[in-house]
């Protein structure tokens, strides 16, 4: 039997709890090399979330120092973020 796992939080650090943080407000990433990770978006507008971001992602097309693009759909603000693509 399987045992499911709490998702991780993109960016966390070595000593910090690698779970979500109770308080804090998550977007789950959807697709791409992050998929399945969630990231924290306390404090981010609903024109913050709109924007997306630009994540560090070192198994995306680019390699070690790449950036995947992760943004939620249009009419969803406060949806998932999906992945558009990889940037250098």
Known sequence: MERETE?????????????????????????????????????????????GALLIADLGLYGPGGRADYAPDDDDAGGPFRWRGDTA
């Not at 709890?17 to 998929?35: C, F, K, M, R």
């Open 7 to 51: 998702p991780r939080v993109y960016g966390w650090e070595p000593g910090e709890p690698a779970g979500p943080t109770a308080g804090h407000d998550y977007a789950e990433l959807v697709g791409g090399p992050l998929d399945g990770l969630l990231l924290d978006v306390t404090g981010w507008t609903v024109a913050d979330r709109a924007g």
